[in-house]
């Protein structure tokens, strides 16, 4: 575990290195994950979300945001690839595409859970979301702008070569500890043994 540790700060460090290093082209990154975890977002609402509650507005918004993420994330995937030669500009354009798009499917989201807790069914989680899609758009609209982003991304490439760096000499320094016993006491055994003995000094009683 603790190798693991060292291993998982180890590349945090390197990918905020990377990212400290070349902001651009983590904003490309940024932006094609963004696209996959969309789609992904997307199958999962048709798949799991929708069925959560039998009711036709539930289901018309899920199924709405569920074509619109799939929609979105094909195009920031696949765009970029397609239009090549205008690679940076689309780039930048797909930021605000997905800056919009989180705004969109916060507010949806929020709607999901303002009807699962009316039918009284737990969806804390889909709150969470929402939250996290507003806060993710406001910080791909300061991206957009080509100075403000670049800064902001190596500012958060740096805080996460710092984490990495700390996580990794903490994991060094402290090693999961594993405590092995130094025997094994069988239980069952020793109660068998115990009541075997019982059972014969009975008998023993008995007889005399």
């Known amino acids: 575990m603790g190798k693991t540790n060292f291993l998982f700060g ?11 290093i ?3 082209a983590s904003i ?22 929708r069925s959560l509650l039998d009711n036709s507005n539930y289901k018309l918004n899920v199924m709405v945001h569920s074509l619109l993420s799939i929609a979105v ?10 239009m090549f030669s205008a690679a940076e500009s689309v780039f930048r354009f797909m930021l605000y595409i997905l800056a919009v798009y989180l705004v969109v499917a916060a507010v ?18 889909f709150l969470f979301e929402a939250v996290s899609e507003l806060a993710a758009a406001i910080l791909l609209f300061i991206m957009s702008s080509h100075h403000i982003g670049v800064v902001i991304v190596r500012i958060l490439g740096l805080a996460v070569m710092l984490f990495g760096s700390c996580y990794a000499i903490y994991a060094l320094r402290n090693p999961s500890i594993i405590i092995e016993p130094e025997s094994v ?10 009541s075997e003995n019982v059972d014969s000094s009975e008998s023993s009683g008995f007889e005399e």
Do not use: H, Q
């Open 108 to 125: 949806m989201r929020f709607f999901v859970f303002v009807t699962l807790k009316e039918s009284n069914v737990e969806g804390t989680l």
């Open 185 to 194: 006491r069988d239980v069952t055994s020793s109660e068998d043994m115990d």
């Open 10 to 20: 180890l590349m945090a460090a390197l990918v905020g290195l990377i990212v400290l």
């Open 28 to 49: 490309k990154v940024v932006v094609i994950l963004l696209g996959a975890a969309a789609v992904m977002n997307g199958l999962y609402d048709l798949l799991k979300v």
């Open 73 to 82: 994330g094909l195009l920031a995937i696949f765009l970029p690839f397609v």
């Open 22 to 24: 070349a902001p651009e």
